[in-house]
């Protein structure tokens, strides 16, 4: 009788568990981090020593190559957080729901530094840190979500109560996403349109755009990175009492 072909490769099978997870990223890890140092330290010499000034803003606008990567990626984290939340959901699956309270607190980080650099910019260009605008209240809106997530994930006794409860917050959640990147055609809004379309050329010259797609992939290597770090520290939590946790611990001591 022929072997069945299985329908997902073995790698995938493997990556899913906790152990396996936890085996295959340690080799990543040197990788992304070399990539990501790389990226963000050309990507921050280019932007803020070589990008010409802005016509209108001066030099004010180089606050772009922080702000602009920072709010990406608080946006694509959520969709990560939520992902893993709905992964967990409907196929149980232990490490998705790690994934998601490691993303949790990575997402909120990078929202609030994308409000405060916002707010820095926004004091040379309207004349005030703070303005009630559809696109800075959205992004307000985000970050008190990502603190919600975080909040569940604490406020139960019962670890999959609260995973449950953090997953069902972060779907719920996704429909601010749309909201955020859409409020500036939909509303009257003060903070200018976005600045990277997928369906149009880029509203910025190509010496200052350039260093700021550098930053934007170091950004995402930095993101990349840190989850990873996040949900190995979350395995190893979870899985303290197991054979393999233990095995290594007293490897490393030996």
């Known amino acids: ?124 260009t309207w004349g005030t840190y703070w303005v009630w605008d559809a696109r800075i209240t959205s992004m307000l809106v985000l970050f008190f979500l990502y603190l919600g997530v975080i909040a569940l994930h604490y406020a139960y006794t019962n670890g999959e109560a609260a995973s449950k ?15 955020i990147y859409k409020s500036v055609d939909w509303w009257y809004t003060l903070h200018q349109p976005a600045t990277i379309k997928l369906t149009q050329a880029p509203s910025m010259h190509p010496d200052m755009f350039y260093p700021l797609l550098v930053m934007i992939a170091g950004f995402y290597c930095f993101y990349a990175l840190v989850l990873l770090l996040n949900t190995r520290s979350e395995i190893l939590h979870r899985e303290r009492r197991t054979r393999w946790v233990l095995d290594m611990a007293e490897g490393g001591r030996s």
């Open 165 to 179: 409860a953090s997953a069902v917050l972060a779907l719920v959640g996704t429909a601010n996403i749309p909201i």
């Open 1 to 124: 009788m022929a072997r069945t072909r299985p329908l997902l490769p073995e790698w995938f099978h493997r990556l899913g568990s906790p152990k396996g997870f936890y085996q295959m990223t340690s080799s990543w890890m040197p990788w992304l981090a070399v990539t990501a140092a790389v990226l963000l330290l050309v990507g921050t010499v280019w932007g803020l020593g070589f990008a010409p000034q802005d016509a209108k803003q001066g030099n004010s606008f180089r606050i772009i190559y922080i702000h602009v990567p920072a709010a990406f990626l608080a946006l694509a984290g959520y969709y990560v957080m939520a992902a893993a939340g709905a992964i967990g959901l409907v196929w149980k699956m232990k490490l998705a729901h790690m994934v998601m309270k490691a993303a949790a607190p990575l997402g909120a980080a990078l929202t609030l530094i994308s409000l405060v650099t916002g707010s820095l910019w926004g004091k040379p």
